[in-house]
């Protein structure tokens, strides 16, 4: 038997970062800091855009990003070429507490918390009523909402899949002086290669084959209101220029066509990717990236909000069914919060559509009831437990007020879910549930 005294690894106690303050201790900027009062996140590397930028020629364009959480600092390596090293480990993305010491390139940097005392609170700003959420990530989002929306400078929206980075940018959209003009959104990452250039600025009859009549882009649609680039980081390499050449000069050529059209559009553009990390790869251009990054939204997972889950839920339901509460998904509020939301904003908004049409709620295979039938077995002189009862009244009312509903509108099922503010396929759903629609 191995009588080795072993040593047992303690975690190291959660503690939120107030403020964070970056130190240069060794390398050729020794002795620079920063220690920004109102920055959630910072950027680090060579290029002049970084909130630190270094003159260390062995730390990348764009090295690393470092953003304060409730747990700690969160590191995460941008593709660097040398990497992000802590106590000899290397780092691609983690969570670390105030105090550690990062080497990048030749340079050694400290991470401290320089308090509390200085942090700003967010100020509550009018809203779109669309930025559902009571979390500080989410005001602090509304809050540059409200202040980008006001000037004409191209912003960069980042955030997961399904974080809703197009809800953020119709926003911006319709709080600013552009809004009487048309929102005009490109999927970047479903346009085929081929057709992109005829997308985005059109293109002339007979410009190539299948061109029968000239047919205007997302440029010329959108005159003086909004483009949204939407997955920007999946535009082509090759097609980059293109785009670049139309924000410096802010016009544009249909394809096959040789007048100039002025462009009047104020560029969005929205990326699940870091385009940092892109440019270090070689993978998207740099001088791209400066022109759609004059200003930058992050908008944080689901799952570091967890607060926002009960208003998102009450928001849903009310899209879905024209009532403003949480209903049957009530008792399940604790199980949704603590769900890791990979699909976030959006996939919380299919599993609160299929729990109202399915009767249950399902996470990840586990299915609970959360609208359970009238209790079985009961009897004239029993009572039934107030969640079924409440469950079969529901039922009853659901069942009349269709009936009444579909009958008044003469079976148009548009003119329905106009008259009952709901979603029509929702609506369609329900009367097929209660027989009332083949």
Known sequence: ???????????????????????????????????????????????????????????????????????????????????????????????????????????????????????????????SPELVGDSEGIREVARLVHRLARVDSSVLIQGETGVGKEVVARAIHEASPRRAAELVVVDCGSMPATLIASILFGHEKGAFTGADQRRAGAFERAQGGTVLLDEIGELPLEVQPALLGVLERRAFTRVGGGQSISADVRILAATHRDLRAEVNAGKFRADLYYRLAVAKILIPPLRERPEDIAPLVAHFVERLTGVAELGPLAPALEALKAHPWSGNVRELRNVVEAALVMGELDLGGQRTPVAPSAAPGATETSIAAYRDARAAALAAFEAGYLKDLIERTDGNASEAARLAKMDRPYLLTLLRKHGLRG
């Open 1 to 127: 038997m191995d009588d080795t005294p072993r040593t047992r690894l303690q975690p190291r106690p959660v503690r939120m970062v107030h403020r964070l303050r970056v130190a240069v201790e060794a390398g050729p900027d020794a002795g620079a800091q920063l220690a920004p009062e109102d920055a959630a996140s910072l950027a680090i590397g060579t290029a002049e855009d970084n909130a630190l930028v270094l003159t260390d020629p062995a730390v990348s364009r764009y090295h690393l990003e470092l953003r304060r959480t409730s747990a700690g600092v969160q590191v995460t390596d941008l593709g660097s070429r040398n990497g992000t090293w802590a106590g000899g480990i290397r780092l691609e993305r983690a969570i670390v507490p105030a105090g550690t010491r990062l080497k990048i390139g030749d340079t050694t940097l400290a991470l401290e918390d320089a308090g509390s005392s200085v942090a700003k609170p967010i100020d509550d700003v009018p809203r």
